[in-house]
C-alpha cells in the first residue's frame, strides 16, 4: 500500500508540476481538478452504457407490467421471464451502478493522500500546496479556525459551497421533473416487483445532491474538490446522456 501511495503522489506531483506554469500556487489543486477529468473519461463509456440501459429498462415498463400480470402469482416464473427479457434485449438491471462504484476508488486515494503526513516513509509534500490560501490537506473547521466564514481560507469554501448548491439545485429540479413524468419506475426492481423501502427514498431522492454540502465540510480540501468537480461533472453528463428522454435517470443516484 506504501509503494502504491508513493506512485499516486508522484503522479500528482508530476502534473502540479506540469501545471505550475500556467496555476502557479494553485497548480496542486488544478492537477487534481484534471485527474477527476481523468478519471470521469475513463468511466464515461460505463455512464454512457448505463444510460442506454436505463432508456432500455424504462422502455421495457410496458412488458414487465404485463409479465407481473401474467406471472405475479409464481414469482420463480417471473423472475425467469425477467431475466430473459433483459438478456433477450442486452439490458443489465446492475449497469446504472458502475459508473459510480469505479469512482470511489479515485476518491479513498485522494483522501488518504491528503490525510497522511509521511508518503513511504517520508514527509508528504503535497500537504504544503494551497488553493489560494487553504491547504488542500485541511478541513473547514480549520479554516474557520483561521479566519472564520469570511476569512481567506473560508472564503475558499463557500465558492466550494456555492457551486454545490447550484448544481444540487439543478439536480434537485430535474429529479423532481424525471420523478413527476414517470413516477412508477423508481419504486421497482428489476423484478418489477416494489422494492421495500423505495417509496421513501423516492422521495428523499430529489435532496440527497444536497448532501454533497457536508461531504465538502468534512474531507481534506483535496477530496472536495474531487467531490465538487465530478459532481459538477455529473449533472452535465447525466443533462447531456438523458436529453431526449426526460423521465429517465431517476432511479440510478447521482455521483460524487
Not at 496542486?28 to 444510460?51: E, K, Q, Y
Request: charged share 15%.
Amino acid at each position: 500500500m506504501s509503494v502504491f501511495m508513493s506512485a499516486f503522489a508522484s503522479l500528482v506531483g508530476a502534473l502540479a508540476d506540469l501545471l505550475h506554469p500556467l496555476f502557479q500556487t494553485a497548480s496542486a489543486a488544478a492537477a487534481i481538478v484534471l485527474f477527476t477529468a481523468l478519471v470521469r473519461l475513463a468511466v464515461h463509456p460505463l455512464s454512457r452504457a448505463a444510460a442506454r440501459g436505463q432508456k432500455a429498462r424504462t422502455r421495457l415498463q410496458p412488458q414487465i407490467a404485463a409479465l407481473r400480470k401474467k406471472h405475479g402469482k409464481n414469482p420463480e416464473r417471473m423472475q425467469k421471464a425477467l431475466m430473459e427479457l433483459h438478456k433477450e434485449e442486452k439490458v443489465s438491471p446492475l449497469s446504472g451502478c458502475l459508473p459510480s462504484l469505479l469512482q470511489m476508488p479515485a476518491f479513498f486515494l485522494l483522501y488518504h493522500l491528503f490525510s497522511s503526513q509521511k508518503i513511504g516513509g517520508e514527509p508528504n509534500e503535497l500537504l504544503g500546496h494551497q488553493l489560494f490560501d487553504a491547504p488542500l490537506g485541511e478541513r473547514w473547521h480549520d479554516a474557520l479556525a483561521h479566519g472564520g466564514v469570511f476569512g481567506a481560507q473560508g472564503l475558499v469554501y463557500l465558492g466550494l459551497f456555492a457551486i454545490v448548491a447550484a448544481v444540487a439545485t439543478f439536480n434537485f429540479r430535474r429529479t423532481k421533473r424525471q420523478m413527476a413524468a414517470n413516477p412508477v419506475a423508481p419504486t421497482t426492481g428489476p423484478d418489477g416487483q416494489p422494492v421495500p423501502g423505495m417509496g421513501a427514498m423516492t422521495k428523499l431522492m430529489p435532496l440527497m445532491s444536497f448532501a454533497t454540502l457536508f461531504t465538502v465540510s468534512v474531507v481534506p480540501l483535496a477530496a472536495a474538490l474531487y467531490v465538487v468537480t465530478s459532481t459538477t461533472w455529473t449533472a452535465i453528463e447525466r443533462a447531456v446522456l438523458y436529453r431526449d428522454m426526460p423521465a429517465a435517470g431517476a432511479t440510478v443516484a447521482t455521483a460524487a
